[in-house]
């Protein structure tokens, strides 16, 4: 794996662990055992790392949900779900929950970066869960998308609740979000 990976990688992780406004690039350099300028040389400014790790899991997930598509709705959103899971077994939380309590202390930049993120991920659910409730593997009343804010805003904070409980509520909220929706 190449330096700017594993300055990406590590990035993530304390942004899912620590917070990102909790991490300095010394937190990089001493695991990695390279120098700050090592760093800067692949990521001039924390700004652009923080987009860069952003971009990066976009684009992860773009590629990990089209690789879904020959799966039934239900699987899909179990698939999803799945990246939840990971996440608590990890203990992290997701991205995009680390992210959005410092949310306004980001640059415009970082903040825009963020909500393509949360569109993305939401585009993706609200489609999933129309097809399902079309072909009836899905039932819910009300807007596929607003079922989608339900969904996602649930996945997040279980995993924070999760960590503050020091118990495994995912499993809990991820079963019920499932008995809410399935037909």
Excluded at 14 to 42: C, E, M, Q, V, W
Excluded at 85 to 103: H, I, Q, T, W
Aim: charged fraction near 25%.
């Amino acid at each position: 794996m190449e330096t700017k990976d594993k300055i990406r990688n590590l990035a993530e992780e304390l942004i899912r662990t620590k917070g990102y406004n909790a991490f300095s690039y010394a937190d990089l350099s001493a695991p990695l055992k390279i120098k700050n300028a090592a760093i800067h040389y692949h990521f001039p400014s924390k700004e652009v790392l923080g987009a860069s790790v952003i971009e990066e899991m976009v684009l992860g997930f773009q590629q990990l949900s089209s690789s879904w598509s020959d799966q039934s709705e239900k699987e899909q959103i179990e698939l999803f779900m799945d990246i939840y899971r990971n996440s608590y077994e990890k203990g992290m939380v997701c991205l995009m929950g680390s992210l959005a309590p410092d949310f306004e202390t980001l640059s415009p930049a970082m903040q825009a970066q963020i909500q393509r993120m949360s569109r993305v991920i939401l585009d993706w659910l609200t489609a999933c869960l129309e097809q399902g409730r079309t072909k009836q593997v899905f039932q819910f009343k009300g807007e596929a998308s607003d079922r989608a804010l339900v969904l996602i805003s649930s996945l997040i904070s279980s995993l924070s609740l999760s960590r503050v409980q020091q118990t495994d509520l995912y499993s809990r909220i991820r079963q019920q979000l499932l008995s809410d929706i399935l037909a």
